[in-house]
């Protein structure tokens, strides 16, 4: 296990959206977001737990998986507008590749006040695309981290660089780019006892469902859309091929099971009706994915697993990983993360082809203009995605009458899923990551320069100042050292009336606490006629001058305060 050193550390950047797949809806990244939580609890060695966060109720349900997951001390909190106070930490965790916005939030600390490192799901949408061109225009130094969780993804993220960098050559000729940032492999983690089947379990499924002992189950846990994940059309022409020679050779019958949601309604017939004209010598039956004993049931009562993707949106597949610690041999499309992940001992991989060079650039443009929405972009690419259906029928034969071969297969992918991606193997190579970055980070601060310095917050070019950006659009800055004095306030209502008149509160967002207004207010009567200045308010009321400043902005717009004659 990693040593336990402020370098080997992250704080956690929390936000639901990332790791609640409960509260946020079931997809890959939030599944993955919630197990890494889970696997970063239970195996990383760590001096203290930190969370990042927007808002304190981001912070509170961090706290809560904390300890649902069995962590007795409480998470430091640091908020997302105070970041200064993430020392001794030296790393952000990101859940997402790394955004721009992130490297300027840095700018003004200095660009060596932390490191980021962040994590590939789906890269193929135009926001993730973005993303990445961004970051090499935006702040981003050699010391952060884009974790690609396999080595297809690294590839396809060193191409968006390269194509970036590309770009700035010719558009910036002459201009030196900075290092990019790291793209180590590392993959995704399960809990592998997790997934330990449970026959009985298993076989009350398989007698709900009507499969009898001779019979071949193959099983998927998936969220059914073929938007999104997979076109089961081929599976199904591949079940129906296969199921002649598996009863002629078994003496059963070959089952479908799907274990999973459908997010549009409208899939949900597709699938039945496909099922029903294309695979009518096999089973098929639907299950609920959102249902954990009906997942578990799924993964201990099936004799192999499908995963037949032909999908841009999968970068990785954790299912196969699951079913492989539930102890299934997986039948694959060869695809991605997959190409990792399923060796021949555990499963077999199906060929795929996409098409060749020229002939789908009109899909990206149409995506990259808008007139196709993600969902049309990786929806027309499946279509002109090809499985080898033939190689998956013989697939789907050669698992369903070899009994033996079956139990190798599963026997050698509960070892594969646990020497290589439980999170006890997986946490341990994170924080060797964030050790790394920690290590580039000394170097860079013990060497100084003006590329790592803190920058002034006002100047950031996506995101400057106000009086940087509006200079010319009032009639005048606020004037320093100017005195100040109260309007008697006779019936009118006073601060506090005047911040619920205006009902800030409907945004979530008050100027400052009207206790405070009110206390500022006051020391600005004490002073009388003559008034006060900002400073003098500040020295009695012991608040940062720039408290004061802004507040007397919002006294002085609703005739509070006046100048002073």
């Known amino acids: 296990m990693p040593v336990s050193t402020p370098a080997a550390n992250a704080a956690i950047w929390f936000t639901a959206d990332g790791y609640d797949p409960t509260r946020k809806g079931i997809n890959g990244r939030r599944v993955a977001g919630e197990s890494f939580l889970k696997g970063f609890f239970a195996h990383a060695e760590v001096p203290e737990i930190v969370s990042l966060a927007q808002s304190q109720a981001d912070h509170a349900a961090f706290a ?60 193929a949408t135009r926001h993730v695309m973005q993303a990445i061109f961004d970051l090499r225009s ?6 952060d981290a884009v974790i690609c969780t396999s080595g297809s993804v690294q590839a396809s993220l060193r191409r968006l660089l390269e194509l970036a960098e590309d770009h700035l050559a010719q558009r910036f000729p002459g201009a030196i780019l900075p290092t990019r940032p790291l793209l180590p492999v590392i993959p995704l983690g399960i809990a592998c006892d997790d997934f330990r089947p449970d026959p009985g379990v298993g076989q009350a499924l398989r007698a709900r469902l009507g499969i009898g002992p001779q019979d071949i189950a193959a099983v998927t846990i998936a969220r059914l859309t073929p938007d999104e994940k997979f076109d089961p059309l081929p599976l199904f022409l591949a079940m129906e091929a296969a199921a002649a020679e598996v009863g ?60 037949p993707i032909d999908n841009l949106q999968e970068t990785f597949g954790l299912a196969p990983i699951e079913a492989m610690a539930a102890g299934l041999p997986v039948l694959v499309s060869d695809w991605d993360g997959m190409k990792d992940t399923v060796t021949a001992d555990v499963g077999f991989r199906v060929p795929t082809e996409t098409p060749r060079p020229g002939l789908s650039n009109y899909i990206s443009l149409r995506h990259l203009g808008g007139t196709d929405s993600y969902l049309q972009y990786v929806g027309q690419l499946s279509a002109l995605t090809r499985l080898d259906v033939a190689a998956m029928t013989r697939a789907i034969v050669t698992l369903a009458t070899d009994a033996d071969l079956r139990a190798r297969m599963g026997t050698a992918g509960q070892a594969r899923a646990r020497a290589l991606y439980d999170w006890r193997v997986v946490i341990p190579q994170m924080q060797a990551l964030w050790a790394e970055q920690g290590a580039m980070l000394a170097h860079a601060r013990a060497r100084g320069g003006p590329d790592i310095a803190p920058r002034d917050g006002g100047l950031i070019p996506v995101g400057p ?4 950006m509006f200079a010319s659009y009032p009639t005048r800055f606020a004037p320093d050292g100017r005195r100040l004095c109260a309007v008697p306030l006779g019936l009118r209502p006073g601060p506090r009336d005047t911040l619920t008149l205006r009902n800030y509160a409907a945004r979530r967002r008050l100027l400052e606490d009207p206790a405070r207004i009110e206390a500022i207010l006051a020391a600005f009567a004490a002073a009388g006629p003559s008034g006060a200045t900002e400073a003098e308010v500040a020295a009695t009321t012991r608040l940062p001058l720039s408290v004061i400043a802004r507040i007397a902005l919002w006294l002085l717009k609703f005739h509070f305060l006046i100048e002073a004659a």
């Open 64 to 123: 809560d998986i904390a300890r649902a997951n069995g962590v007795t001390r409480s998470p430091r909190a640091v908020r997302l507008d105070d970041p200064a106070r993430l020392a001794p930490v030296d790393v952000v965790y990101y859940p997402a590749p790394i955004s721009a916005t992130e490297c300027w939030r840095r700018v003004p600390h200095g660009a060596a006040a932390w490191a980021l490192c962040g994590i590939t799901h789906t890269t």
């Open 248 to 307: 002629t050779r078994q003496g059963g019958k070959l089952h479908l099971i799907l274990c999973g949601q459908f997010r549009d309604p409208v899939w949900k017939d597709m699938f039945e009706t496909a099922a029903a004209r294309l695979m009518p010598a096999c089973g098929y039956h639907l299950l609920d994915g959102g249902d954990a004993s009906e997942r578990k049931g799924t993964l201990s009562g099936g004799d192999f697993f499908v995963f």
């Open 138 to 143: 935006a702040p981003q130094m050699p010391w």
């Open 465 to 468: 100042a106000p009086d940087q």
